[in-house]
Structure formats: structure tokens, C-alpha cells
């Protein structure tokens, strides 16, 4: 018998999952599958994971058990999701240029076929949009970018 969620496990578990593309700001291309060992902040809007655009690579991740936490957070406009402790990220592309990005499509491992993993060429209208909209304010700096691979 498992033991209840203590902290801020059972906070997430009371918020339902996201399920969808969100995105993470990242100074590395990810080669191999990568186990989460703490939450990751990840937030469905471009600009604010990659304050933006000023990350060298933008991860693109097929999220499947993903709190969406916006409505708890300080700043609502990060549109923040969590991905959980022990989530497992896989490649699903190599980087590849995108409107003037380099943009690393990546999906959380699981039960969740029914998400297809966008192409590059399915992003670039998302990253055009996003690339000519108003800058958005950095309000948490780096919260949402990796500097170096994950550990």
C-alpha cells in the first residue's frame, strides 16, 4: 500500500492534468531520455519560456500528466504547467531551425497516444504569432529555462 502525497505532491494532485504542448527555454539540444528528479516549470506561452526568444534552443514538449498551475500562480500571465518529479522526457526531433529558433520537439513518456507530436512545420505559425506579439514581461527570470542538461 502506497503512502498519501506529502508537500507539494499532494498540492499537484488536487490540480487536474494538462494535456498538450508546453514549452521550456534551453541552452542544450536533448539527446536521450531524461528522468525528472524535481518538478519542471514549463509554460504554454513561447515568449515566457524562452524570455522572449533569448534562449539558444526552445523545447516544444507533448505533455500528457502536466499540472496546468496558472490559476495558483503569483503571475497567472506565465500561463504555467508543471511536469512532475519522475516524468520521463524523450526526443522526438532533432533541433531544427523555426522561425528563426531552434526548436526541439520533446514528449513526456506515457499512455497519451492520442497526442500527436507536432512537426516543426506545425509550430511555425505558433512561433510566428508569437515572434510578432507584444514582449511579454520576464517576471520570474530563468524560472522557465534550463541552462544546462537536466539532471
Not at 47 to 60: I, K, Q
Not at 142 to 151: E, I, M, P, T
Amino acid at each position: 500500500m502506497s503512502e498519501p502525497p506529502s508537500g507539494i505532491a499532494r498540492i499537484f494532485s488536487g490540480v487536474p492534468e494538462f494535456r498538450g504542448i508546453v514549452w521550456r527555454g534551453a541552452a542544450f539540444q536533448l539527446w536521450g531520455p531524461l528522468q525528472l528528479t524535481a518538478p519542471l516549470p514549463t509554460s504554454k506561452d513561447p515568449r515566457v519560456a524562452s524570455e522572449n526568444f533569448r534562449s539558444p534552443y526552445l523545447h516544444a514538449i507533448v505533455a500528457c500528466r502536466g499540472r496546468d498551475i496558472s490559476a495558483l500562480s503569483g503571475h497567472p500571465t506565465e500561463e504555467e504547467v508543471v511536469l512532475l518529479a519522475g516524468a520521463v522526457l524523450t526526443p522526438v526531433t532533432a533541433a531544427c531551425r523555426v522561425e528563426g529558433h531552434a526548436v526541439q520537439v520533446l514528449r513526456e513518456v506515457g499512455d497519451h497516444d492520442d497526442i500527436i507530436a507536432p512537426s516543426h512545420a506545425d509550430l511555425a505559425p505558433v512561433l510566428a504569432r508569437a515572434r510578432t506579439a507584444v514582449p511579454v514581461p520576464v517576471t520570474s527570470p530563468h524560472r522557465f529555462y534550463s541552462g544546462s542538461a537536466l539532471r
